[in-house]
């Protein structure tokens, strides 16, 4: 009886103790850049949903879209807005693909863009893997509370973006909205909901729609 009663309040003791340890990680993760790449090893996949909030000086009201995004590491992303207009933007093994709606469904997109919309996949697999610190096109700042700034490392290239504020998670490893500073009343606000770590996500999900 007396083992028993020993043994019981020590479990309770260790997940007391467990519990206390885990508020205390998902409390500091953020607080340096070792910590913030820490927390984003340990995540092999995401998948999410997302609002997508567009501001500009001209609209009444924000436009909104909304979809999915799906990651595993190293580089395969699929973003995917499902409404108003759905779209795709698959990265996987160094290549780009662009699908878009039209009357006779989707269609592969083509052009120019495609190597602009590169880098910006790249920078978006980049952020889920918790490497701010080697952007080719930002500058990372951490802040307190949370909160990574990114800045244009090229003057040109601020004139299109003057700024990207991510706000960090509770949960270790995880965003919870991307802003997108075009000019001081202009922005693109991404928030992302319901996501989920470490599945198992099939490779064809990044290879086609």
Known sequence: MVFDYISTQCIRSLGLLGIVLSLCFCMG????????????????????????????????????STGTLHFRKPESL??????????ILLMHRGSIQRYRESEEGLKVQTGGSLQAMQFVMAEIANWFKGRFDISQMFTARLESNR???????????????????????????????????????????????????????????????
Do not use: C, M
Not at 41 to 48: G, L, Q, T
Not at 78 to 87: D, L, M, T
Not at 172 to 190: H, M
């Open 78 to 87: 699929r973003w995917e807005y499902h409404h108003p207009v759905r779209n």
């Open 147 to 209: 909160k990574i700034v990114l800045l244009p490392k090229e003057a040109s290239f601020g004139k299109v973006i003057q700024k990207i504020e991510l706000q960090l998670a509770d949960r270790p490893g995880l965003i919870d909205t991307v802003t997108i500073y075009e000019s001081a009343q202009s922005f693109t606000r991404l928030t992302f909901k319901n996501a989920v770590l470490n599945i198992d996500i099939p490779e064809n999900l990044f290879k086609g729609a």
């Open 29 to 64: 993760w953020a607080d340096s850049w070792d910590g913030i790449r820490s927390a984003a090893d340990r995540i092999e996949s995401i998948s999410a949903e997302f609002v997508q909030e567009k501001q500009l000086p001209i609209l009444a009201r924000p436009l909104i």
